[in-house]
């Protein structure tokens, strides 16, 4: 499979801290892979890395080809690479539809209304949120942010999608509605990025997993491997699930 994404020896230091320590991820056309770990571990550090906007101290990310090591997350959006935030802010005054727009003006242009209008209708309908369009963004339940993140995400048009714990906080319905999203979204052609907590979406969704702990890449592989991985079971997934 082509390669799409790449992050080559990342690391991030905030002063006397070090966030990453070296780093290495490849991300081929289509794939899911998912990025997990302790809190503290890195994972969302990476994700700002990958998705622009924040440069790392060593390191490059290269994405269809092009360098974009330290790019603007503007111009890292417009080349095709979308996020979604752990902690959502939409713009609460704002309708749930112009939050959307918001997205599609990303990739249309700020004088394609009409445009934006329609794409960001498709995008609300997607993700269940169509009945809530005209509703005020900051009167939203947890749940229905999430939606809206997803949302705006898509409507920029992506051709590979970062997701950072979009399934925290979701009621057991919830994350399997997620997950059917997710996998129809793959099954569209949409590569994916997750990191996320949630166990049973990464054993069952991603096709590679890549676990990270003090900012240092523990192992990575298939979810049935990693799930054995004796270092893994001690550090993050405990005891409890590899007996389960």
């Known amino acids: 499979m082509r390669r799409v994404l790449e992050g080559r020896e990342l690391h991030k230091s905030y002063g006397a801290v070090q966030a990453l320590k070296g780093v290495s991820l490849r991300v081929a056309q289509g794939e899911v892979v998912g990025i997990i770990g302790p809190n503290g571990a890195g994972k969302s550090t990476l994700l700002a890395l990958l998705a622009g906007g924040t440069r790392p101290t060593r390191g490059r990310v ?14 890292v959006c417009r080349l095709g690479l979308a996020r979604t ?20 003006f990303a990739r249309l242009g700020p004088l394609a209304v009409r445009q934006a209008r329609e794409a960001a209708h498709a995008c609300l309908q997607r993700v ?9 963004a900051g009167e939203l339940c947890a749940a229905d942010r999430k939606r809206l993140e997803l949302a705006r995400a898509l409507a920029t048009g992506p ?19 997620a997950m059917g999203l997710l996998l129809e979204l793959r099954q569209d052609g949409l590569t994916l990025v997750l990191v996320e907590h949630v166990m049973e979406a990464v054993m069952a969704m991603c096709d590679r997993l890549v676990v990270l702990d003090s900012g240092c890449k523990l192992c990575e592989g298939p979810p049935a491997r990693v799930g054995r991985d004796q270092a893994v079971i001690r550090t993050y997934l405990g005891e409890a699930y590899a007996g389960g």
């Open 62 to 75: 290269t994405f269809l080809g092009s360098d974009i090591t330290g790019w603007p997350a503007h111009r």
């Open 85 to 104: 935030f752990q902690y959502p802010r939409p713009l609460a005054s704002l309708s749930v539809l112009e939050n959307v727009m918001v997205g599609a």
């Open 159 to 177: 051709r590979l999608l970062l997701l950072d714990e979009l399934m925290a906080g979701l009621t057991p319905r919830e994350v399997k509605d």
């Open 128 to 136: 269940g949120l169509a009945d809530a369009a005209g509703a005020t």
